[in-house]
């Protein structure tokens, strides 16, 4: 079985541009996490997809923070503009179902620095 | 706003020794779950425990929660280095089901 899929592995930009992740769940996911990992810290969660609606996002900066997932599958982060705190891992992770003790699948994340 | 605090933040012991981590929040909660973190790696689910007094043993490490204390422990018998690791609780809310995670716990077996 595939695991979760992200793209890119890497990223620097410079603050204030714009940058996107992509993230492609295990097949059959309903629903699909974004979580922002700081170094030296816990993943945070930032945004919670069941399916292509939103159940969760009161963490996610909506200021400069967008998230979605059309059709259900795969889903995009954008932060615009970057700022210098942005700078962590950005993991995505799926589970087949919320709410019931399912287990969290997580990708191998992106690692965005901004300078 | 909900808090889930582990300790100790870093440990350091033998090979062969046992040691337990301990993981307290602040909200109630019915899902707890542990995972395992290496260096420079994602995160692995380790464990699962959805009810009060919910114990699950895999290896040398084994979990357990008491839902009235608002505790879990993640207890490490016979420590070998390949158990050197970042180890997260989370947590995850009952009512909204937001997840917290906790600060992780850097474990370093010492051969």
């Known amino acids: 079985e595939a695991g979760v899929a992200q793209s890119p592995r890497y990223k620097i930009i410079e603050k204030r541009q714009s940058v996107a992740f992509w993230c492609n769940p295990i097949s059959g996911h309903a629903t699909l996490y974004w979580y922002q990992q700081i170094l030296g810290q816990g993943p945070k969660l930032l945004i919670q997809f069941q399916n292509n609606g939103v159940v969760d996002d009161s963490q996610l900066p909506k200021d400069r923070f967008s998230a979605e997932r059309l059709k259900g599958v795969d889903s995009t982060l954008k932060i615009q503009p970057a700022k210098l705190e942005d700078s962590a891992v950005y993991l995505c992770a799926s589970s087949s179902l919320a709410g019931k003790g399912e287990t969290q699948y997580f990708g191998p994340g992106t690692r965005l620095l901004v300078l | ?45 380790l464990f699962v425990l959805l009810s009060n007094g919910a114990v699950k043993q895999e290896g040398r490490l084994m979990a357990s929660l008491d839902t009235k204390a608002r505790l879990s422990t993640l207890h490490i018998t016979a420590a070998v280095h390949d158990l050197s690791a970042t180890y997260f609780c989370a947590v995850a809310r009952k009512i909204g089901n937001q997840f917290y995670f906790g600060t992780g716990t850097s474990l370093t077996v010492i051969p």
């Open chain 2, 1 to 45: 706003e909900l808090k889930v605090e582990q300790n100790p933040l870093f440990l350091s012991m033998q090979e062969g020794k046992n040691y337990t981590i301990y993981c307290n929040y602040s909200t109630t909660s019915d899902r707890l779950y542990w995972y395992r973190q290496d260096p420079g790696k994602s995160l692995e689910s």
